[in-house]
């Protein structure tokens, strides 16, 4: 038994009869169809379940709504949550969701202990085992998750600790893959809500220095798993990284460089994936300064950083045999007399120039430096994730993240990981049409494009500073970082994602 940081979850079979103070949790499909399970209480207790139709209950109702049935002849000491399932051939992951998150909000009002969840037994479109105990824990704590830090007086999330969810196990001989499930489940939980907290902390609190004490700490929790190094303002400037420290300038607080090297691997033909994330820990837009309506979600423009952090821990929780650096590239979008401005040329790393046309565009010049600065690590391939335009809000929405890449292989290996995990992706163009965009009279070229598809035209400044041989991914995350509905809610995305995409990549590379 794995104990998560808030509840328990397991994986057995239980003795109805035997069981004491325990909620079974079991389904009823379209047209009074009993699941499995719940034929099975069906015949303990004289048909009882199959009687209260005769009265017409659950006519007309949603997915996931239910029925405490809290005395049941024969069997004294079981309580019974009764949910309706919808049609059977259409039970799929987004039902099995649906039905979680209600089936939580119900026991909200009674106390219990334990719950079998007997559901987890009822087959799911495409998904094995594996994945539907999987998929169940990761959504299991989706649901419980919450941000409070900074409430006085409450405690509620410490509520959850004693409690049990059992799933049920189909075969003995799938025990440990019921285990795996488990296991990786929790390991990713943890780090999605990890990475929630640190991206739902308040900006004038994360910023530069607070994230530097976080690298810290994660260094000493997978001590001999990792290296870091920190690159400061001084080192940052000696690499002459420009338009980083362009970005940087307006505001007090410093740019940071944060590092994470996971060997995995001592094949020294083995090269390393680098793993970049936007760390912007407040966009104001600088100069070009962004409307004051919803600004203050700009505090989760560092999402990008924020979730390096978390696919580190899975990784190296789960000894995935592979060499990784993560980097956090950190910095504040501000404005002060030492904001660069509109009409500024800047020359970067590479030692490219480039004409700002707006002070906004920021997330494109951080990760401009750093892309030609991770050419020394020689990288098997790069990946950068970012909340970097809205214009891929406008494209996709907020079900969708937006990736492109330069190689059609890892397309196929991000889609099967997003379909996988359910944290969802969609393929963007990016070709070289588009760079017409960015062109400058003066300088190599600019910041901000014109002829619309910003999150393209985005990708494309880009590329022009990734050697052409280099497998890359992008990934723009706007839409998908956090909950635009309900605020204060990042959604840890896109740790799923790209530590599954790692763990396929890895099982291929045994081969
Ligand atoms: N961090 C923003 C992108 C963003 C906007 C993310 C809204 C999530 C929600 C980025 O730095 C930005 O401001 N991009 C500009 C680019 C434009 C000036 C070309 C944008 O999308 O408006
Ligand atoms: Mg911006
Ligand atoms: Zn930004």
Not at 185 to 208: F, G, T
Not at 318 to 337: A, F, K, Q, R, T
Request: net charge positive.
């Amino acid at each position: 038994m794995y104990k998560g940081q808030f509840m328990k979850f397991n994986v057995k079979n239980i003795d109805i009869k035997k069981e004491k103070n325990i909620y079974i949790i079991t389904g009823i499909f379209e047209k009074y169809k009993l699941s499995k399970y719940t034929k099975i209480i069906d015949a303990f207790t004289r048909n009882y379940i199959s009687s209260l139709f005769k009265e017409n209950i659950f006519q007309n109702c949603k997915i996931g709504q239910s029925l405490f049935l809290n005395y049941l002849p024969n069997l004294p000491f079981t309580k019974v949550l009764l949910v309706y399932c919808g049609k059977e051939k259409k039970y799929d992951e987004y039902t099995y969701k649906k039905i979680i998150k209600s089936i939580i909000n119900t026991l909200n009002y009674v106390s219990y202990k334990k719950v079998f969840f007997s559901i987890s037994n009822i087959n799911i479109i495409n998904k094995d085992e594996y994945w539907k105990i999987r998929l169940g824990i990761e959504y299991f704590r989706e649901c419980m998750y919450e941000f409070k830090k900074f409430k006085r007086n409450i405690n509620s999330s410490l509520s959850h600790i004693s409690k049990e969810i059992i799933f049920p196990i189909k075969l003995n001989k799938d025990k440990i893959i019921y285990d795996n499930a488990i296991k990786d489940a929790l390991i990713i939980s943890n780090a999605v809500e990890y990475v929630k907290n640190l991206s739902n902390m308040p900006p004038n609190i994360c910023n530069s220095n607070y994230l530097i004490k976080k690298t810290y700490n994660f260094a000493n929790k997978h001590k001999n798993k990792i290296n870091i190094k920190i690159l400061k303002k001084n080192e940052i400037e000696k690499l002459n990284m420009n338009a980083y420290l362009s970005v940087s300038n307006g505001s007090i607080n410093e740019p940071m460089i944060s590092i994470i090297k996971y060997n995995g691997n001592n094949n020294l033909k083995l090269k390393p994936i680098v793993i970049i994330g936007k760390g912007v820990t407040f966009d104001c837009g600088g100069i070009s300064i962004k409307p004051s309506s919803k600004m203050d979600e700009m505090k989760y423009d560092m999402c990008g950083a924020a979730s390096i952090y978390g696919i580190m821990h899975v990784i190296s929780e789960l000894n995935i045999p592979l060499n990784v650096i993560g980097i956090s590239v950190v910095c504040e979008n501000m404005i002060s007399e030492r904001s660069y401005r509109p009409g500024d040329i800047i020359k970067t790393m590479s030692g490219k120039t480039v004409e700002i046309l707006n002070t906004d565009a920021e997330g494109r010049l951080i990760l401009c430096d750093i892309l030609h600065y991770v050419r020394k690590f020689n990288p098997e391939m790069i990946i950068d994730i970012a909340t970097l335009t809205g214009a891929c809000v406008v494209a996709l929405g907020h079900h969708m993240s937006g990736f492109m890449s330069n190689n059609k292989l890892l397309i196929k290996q991000i889609i099967k990981a997003s379909i996988e995990t359910g944290d969802l992706v969609w393929n963007l163009p990016i070709s070289k049409i588009y760079h017409k965009n960015l062109q400058s009279n003066i300088a190599d070229m600019t910041n901000t494009g014109i002829g619309g598809a910003g999150a393209i035209t985005a990708a494309c400044f880009l590329s022009k500073f990734i050697s052409k041989k280099l497998s890359w991914i992008h990934l723009d995350i706007a839409g998908t970082a956090w909950h635009y509905s309900k605020r204060n809610y990042a959604t840890g995305r896109p740790v799923k994602l790209i530590s599954q995409f790692l763990i396929n990549y890895s099982s291929l590379y045994k081969r």
